[in-house]
């Protein structure tokens, strides 16, 4: 164990003073083999006997107030002591992420009040520890021992659906002696076991003697291990004898309990407990035994009959004396006696009370009215008369809300009842009712319970309620301090009881005391694990708290326990409020603040699929801000993917989820991902145009062009239809809006034809596009792009010329250059590509200056050609064909750069062997330097490719071939070969 751990466990402790005494006694003397072998012992039965304790806590069917016993006898002076005491540190294992180093210390009875609310219950043993390793007897400041072990918990973990895992785990147990070689073992700490510090160390180890003599010798470790050892196995063994007997007595004890034999079995249940000191689950029984024992009593029945019968609950006196009689036959006279007059009084009441069951209102007050004419002189002596006819009253304005007589009459006759009786308890309790009910009277109604709190005895079990009551009605008419007090009344009667802490804890919720009503909602809590309602408002305590992960904690057990739908839509507003804060914060691109005001609105409902969506949204700005090339990006679209994913397990239906899912999955090139995406984005929102377009460009990447033809006509439809819907509402903005986005769809329609090779139709679409928005450059671009296909080149040049006024985006450059390079108007070619080099900033176009020199090139601008050629080949040539290094080698050829003009025409025939152009160059070369057998040589290659053409070939004969002419028979072979392969 960690040496700072174990020294903080120890000053935590403090002391107990009689056991402190024993222990200084101890360390006087020296420790013999006698004394280690005990103590190894001790230290791992005690480590066993904790989950002993930890599955009586996880019991779902304790009482409250055993549970607290249970719990205290365990760090108390008590014979079931087994933890120091309650400031003991243990690092808390109940969350199954807590490791070595990712845990909190906690002390042992807030370990057991976090099992208890955190852990799920169950009748099963399902904490065990396994594979106990004692280490040696260890001295610090007093006798020690570690004892390493695996704990397992096969429950579950109910704030988190995470499995749990078998950790390593070491308790240090502190011995005392207790004198004559007899010791006491104590759980002083409990820590993950870190395998550096390995439980055979050495580090305070103590010497172990053969005896406490002068001359004793000091035994060797192995031998104090190997004595040890079996001293444990023998103990062991003891123990199964032990065991059995034990068995047999509870069991025994058992049988008796189901015989209502309680004495019989409170019997057995000590013998038991003589024989194992430590059992918590029986500790349990012989408390529950006793309490039965206490109850099943002749007296405690008779009494129990005797107050009912004076508080006129016949019927329940009549119960009471008869399990009071089958207690004691022989009392049979004195029952009889008491039960006598209260038979008569219920068959007199008997006819009238059950027409009031019946709803035969009136028969039953004319039968009460009869009653009591016959006893005219006495009626006060029959007061359940009187209840019985104000209960019919009462019944009747039920049936008939505005029957004002009724109302008086229900109320006069629950006064005569208690005025003939006035511990009349079911006539006071049934008018204070009646007066809120039908009156709204809070006064009086809190009057007749004040008459039941003075007539109650502090130990009679309904008093701590009837506070409660009145606590609830002060609190109904604004009296805070009132009902503050009575709920503090019912707790002081009986502290036992959840409601009267929850009740108590709410109001403080309400008024702001977050502190006071945690501790009272913690209460509630621990006497019932499975009170909603106290989740809820401990939740909202916790809002109030700004303790949002705890809020969101206590809402997932509410939800689990069922909570009802206004509960539901209080939690979905407090977390939809951190929504639209964080929403707002996201407008403004303040990410962080946002993503914090997410996570709130996560932490109070998990499942929050807005909120999950808007950190995605935040992911997807951002990978958009860092750019295509930012390696950053990649991870925040896959970010925004996951958080997308986690928002459509909440609602699969969020069609904005979906898309932009689709459009993250794009964005890194995982384009079925983006398409199946966009398919669900559109099953969620049939008319989500945004998710048929994108999925539409998808399918163009995919060059599936009769798909995102489909798709494009999909979105024009829909936002069609939108436009109509929006200009018949005379909305002028929303229409504007619609419009440009049909320009847009439009635009990607005709992109899309033309990808499709459907020139007219696209032109159509694209027409159609400029018609909602001429300013739709795009669309401009294209339809210059299908005009060049249709030859129709000055149209083109226009519609260019247009885009780039509107947009001087550098492909709309590019175009315009490759048209008039197609066009041969080769000056418009290089002003254009100059212009496109100038916009096109991130050098996009890898090609970019191949064209820029290929257009000089063909205007004779040599060494402008040259220049941009020399640029190309710098930023690394991308043609893998001949073609540009024949061009540029003809280049440096008319700049009389002839041996680098060599170089590249020999590159070019290295790539292509009979790339006419690059053998024709290479015959000018020779040509020039008068080598007119070589040239011819080659000349006659480039012929034979039939691949030149006399204007192809007239700028070079003019410049390069003026000494051949003069050749007469060379010039005539030259001729030949050129008729041969040209004409």
């Known amino acids: ?46 480590v066993k006997r904790i989950p002993d304790l930890l599955n009586v806590i996880n019991d779902p069917n304790n009482i409250a107030s055993d549970l607290i016993q249970i719990e205290g006898d365990s760090y108390k002076p008590s014979r079931n002591q087994l933890f120091y005491n309650k400031d003991i540190t243990v690092e808390n294992d109940i969350d199954p992420l807590a490791s070595l180093g990712n845990s909190k210390d906690i002390s042992i009875d807030k370990y057991m009040t976090t099992l208890d609310l955190q852990y799920d219950k169950s009748t099963d043993a399902t904490i065990n520890y396994n594979n106990l390793v004692p280490s040696f007897v260890k001295k610090k400041d007093f006798v020690f021992v570690n004892v390493k072990f695996d704990g397992e918990f096969k429950g579950k973990y109910k704030v988190k659906n995470i499995a749990y895992k078998t950790r390593p785990r070491i308790a240090t147990i502190r011995m005392v002696s207790g004198g004559n070689g007899k010791w006491s073992a104590y759980v002083m700490g409990i820590s993950f076991y870190d395998p550096a510090k390995p439980i055979e160390s050495t580090e305070n180890n103590t010497d172990i003697y053969t005896d406490t003599s002068a001359t004793a010798t000091v035994v060797p470790p192995d031998s104090v291990f190997k004595e040890s050892s079996s001293f444990r196995t023998a103990k062991e063994e003891q123990e199964k004898a032990i065991q059995v007997n034990f068995n047999e007595y509870v069991n025994t004890g058992n049988g008796y309990f189901a015989d209502q034999r309680y004495k019989d079995a409170l019997e057995m249940y000590v013998k038991a407990q003589n024989l194992k000191a430590f059992v918590p689950a029986l500790d349990k029984k012989v408390m529950d035994t006793k309490r039965m024992v206490a109850e099943y009593t002749y007296d405690n029945f008779k009494n129990k009959g005797d107050k ?3 508080e006129r609950r016949y019927n329940e006196a009549i119960r009471f004396y008869q399990k009071a009689l089958t207690l004691k036959p022989e009392a049979n006279a004195e029952i009889a006696a008491a039960t006598a007059p209260l038979n008569k009084m219920l068959i007199l009441i008997a006819s009238p009370g059950n027409k009031v069951g019946s709803g035969l209102l009136d028969e039953a007050i004319d039968e009460c009215d009869k009653i009591l004419k016959e006893h005219k002189k006495d009626k006060s002596e029959y007061p359940e008369v009187f209840f019985i006819k104000a209960k019919a009253y009462e019944a009747m304005i039920a ?34 009712a009646f007066y809120i009910k039908y009156k709204n009277d809070f006064s009086s109604a809190i009057s007749d319970y004040d008459v039941l709190t003075l007539s109650a005895t502090d130990d ?15 609190d109904k008419v604004g009296n805070y301090a009132g009902a503050l007090d009575e709920y503090g009344k019912a707790i002081a009667l009986n502290d036992k009881n ?30 019932n694990p499975k009170y909603e309602a106290a989740y809820y408002i401990r939740g909202l305590n916790y809002v109030a708290a ?9 809402f997932i057990e509410a939800e689990k326990l069922g909570f009802e739908s206004a509960q539901q839509q209080k939690i979905d507003s407090i977390s939809n409020a951190y929504f639209l804060s964080a929403e707002d914060l996201r407008q403004k691109h303040d990410f962080t603040n946002a993503d914090t005001a997410y996570d709130n609105a996560l932490k109070i409902r998990k499942c929050n699929a807005l909120a999950l969506h808007g950190k995605a ?27 997308n994913r986690r928002a459509i397990a909440c609602n699969n239906d969020l069609s904005d989820a979906h898309f932009k899912m689709g459009l993250a999955h794009n964005r890194i090139t995982n384009y079925d991902k983006a398409i199946k995406s966009y398919d669900e984005a559109i099953r969620s929102d049939k008319n989500n145009y945004s ?4 999925q539409g460009n998808t399918y163009q990447i995919q060059q599936k062009y009769a798909k995102a033809v489909e798709d494009f006509g999909q979105a024009i439809s829909i936002l069609k239809v939108n436009l109509e819907a929006a200009k018949n509402g005379s909305k002028n903005d929303l229409a504007k809006e619609i419009t440009l986005n049909l320009s847009t769809a439009q635009e990607l329609y005709g992109e899309a034809l033309y990808n499709s090779k459907d020139y007219d139709n696209a032109l159509i679409s694209l027409d159609q596009s400029l018609n909602y928005n001429e300013f739709n450059s795009e669309a401009l671009y294209y339809r210059g792009l299908v005009r060049v296909q249709q030859g129709d080149f000055n149209k083109a040049y226009k519609d260019y010329y247009a885009a780039i006024k509107i947009t001087p985006k550098y492909k709309y450059f590019y175009a315009n250059g490759d048209a008039s390079l197609t066009n041969k108007n080769y000056e418009q070619a290089i002003s254009n590509y100059n212009d496109a080099i100038t916009a096109d900033t991130l050098s996009t176009v890898r090609n970019r200056f191949y064209l820029l020199g290929l257009s000089y090139f063909k205007n004779k601008a040599f060494e402008n050609a040259a220049t941009a050629f020399a640029s190309y080949e710098k930023g690394g040539v991308l043609r893998s064909d001949s073609s540009f290094n024949a061009e540029y080698g003809l280049t440096l050829l008319y700049n009389n750069q002839d041996t680098l003009a060599v170089k590249h025409l020999t590159q070019a025939l290295t790539q292509k062997s009979n790339d006419a152009s690059a053998l024709y160059s290479m015959g000018c070369s020779f040509a020039k330097k008068s080598q007119f057998d070589k040239a011819m040589e080659y000349f006659e290659k480039a012929f034979a490719t039939r691949q030149l053409t006399r204007d192809e070939i007239k700028l070079a004969e003019n410049t390069f071939l003026v000494d051949l002419y003069k050749t007469k028979p060379v010039k005539t072979k030259y001729n030949q070969l050129k008729k041969q392969y040209t004409d």
């Open 399 to 432: 049936k008939k809300p505005d029957e004002t007589k009724a109302i008086d009459r229900a109320l006069e006759n629950y006064s005569f009842a208690i005025q003939y009786f006035p511990n009349y308890l079911d006539a006071r309790i049934a008018r204070a």
């Open 617 to 643: 949204e935040i992911r997807f700005t951002r990978a958009v801000e860092f750019g295509k090339k930012d390696i950053g990006a990649k991870s925040q679209y896959l970010e925004s993917i996951d958080f």
């Open 691 to 694: 998710a048929y377009l994108e």
């Open 460 to 474: 009679a079990p309904e008093k701590p309620g009837y506070f409660d009551t009145k606590g609830h009605w002060k």
């Open 498 to 527: 959840a409601v009267f802490y929850f009740d108590r804890g709410e109001i403080l919720y309400r008024y702001g005391k977050t502190e006071d009503a945690q501790k009272d909602l913690d209460a509630a809590l621990k006497l």
């Open 546 to 554: 700004k303790n949002n992960s705890s809020a969101g904690a206590d």
């Open 1 to 46: 164990m960690d040496k700072k751990l174990l020294i903080k466990n120890l000053r935590r402790a403090g002391s107990i003073l009689f056991l402190l005494l024993f222990s200084v006694a101890g360390f006087a003397q020296k420790l013999t083999l006698k004394d280690a072998r005990e103590i190894s012992y001790q230290a791992t039965e005690t």
């Open 308 to 310: 009912a019968k004076d």
